[in-house]
């Protein structure tokens, strides 16, 4: 199989950076951006979807794989602060912004789909929205706006030979999201432990491998899908 190019946002943050190392192992060159990185080499500082798409395209000549992280805090929104002001900036950054990336790349996915017979997207979102999260409404509802696309995408841009995938993911250990000094905690992993079938965090390796399943075209056949990691717990 001739050399992917991938561009992956938010590569900084969550499951990103093993995302990455996982397929520049594979043999993928893989354009990294991100709001903190200065370009230099294969990193790229993350501005616009316009821009940032059409300097990884001029970087590498060509884009076959479009990786979304759309990375956001979760903080907790009771159903009385859900106001427009509170709601409004997870769907600029989960939705709206990972849907103007799509807009952006789309156009060189598809020459790549038809150049090498196959091109992907693949979100990386959460697997938390697809069983509920008390309290935290406004980031579940941003995040299923973009599983909620998937199906749509997929039709759209089959005839193309362009999949579009969703990884989902929770309890996967990250210092972001659950620190090791803090599982140290004998009361608090245990707690933690307890809402996780498996009885165990996930480790951003296996995530990253369910990523490269999509990333990589060896799972090509499969479009349209929101594909869940975490441990049972959904």
């Known amino acids: ?24 192992s594979g043999g993928a060159r893989v354009i990294a951006a991100d709001e903190g990185f200065a370009d230099e080499g294969d990193a790229l500082k993350q501005t616009t979807p316009d821009e940032t798409v059409a300097r990884a395209v001029a970087l590498a000549g060509r884009l076959d794989v479009l990786i979304v992280a759309g990375t956001y805090p979760a903080p907790r929104t009771p159903a009385e602060t859900l106001s427009a002001g509170v709601t409004r900036p997870f769907f600029e950054k989960i939705a709206i ?20 017979g196959g091109a992907a997207i693949v979100f990386l979102t959460s697997a938390g929205p697809l069983q509920g999260i008390p309290g935290f409404a406004a980031y579940a509802a941003a ?23 969703a990884a989902a ?15 140290e905690d004998a009361r608090k992993r245990e ?16 995530a990253a491998e369910m990523v490269a399943l999509f990333a990589e075209g060896r799972a090509a056949f499969a479009t349209g899908q929101v594909l869940s990691m975490s441990g049972g717990s959904s």
Not at 1 to 24: C, N
Not at 97 to 107: G, T
Not at 170 to 177: A, K
């Open 1 to 24: 199989m001739t050399q992917r190019t991938v561009l992956i946002t938010d590569a900084a943050h969550f499951i990103a950076p093993a995302v990455v190392d996982r397929l520049r």
């Open 97 to 116: 912004e990972s849907l103007a990336y799509v807009a952006a790349a789309v156009p060189h996915l598809k020459a790549a789909g038809a150049a090498q």
């Open 143 to 165: 995040r299923s706006a973009v599983t909620g696309a998937v199906k749509s995408l997929a039709l759209e841009l089959a005839p193309f030979a362009v999949t579009v995938n």
């Open 169 to 183: 993911f929770n309890y996967i250990q990250t210092e972001t999201y659950y620190p090791r000094a803090w599982l």
């Open 191 to 206: 707690k933690l432990l307890a809402r996780v079938p498996l009885g165990r965090l996930g480790d951003p390796a296996e």
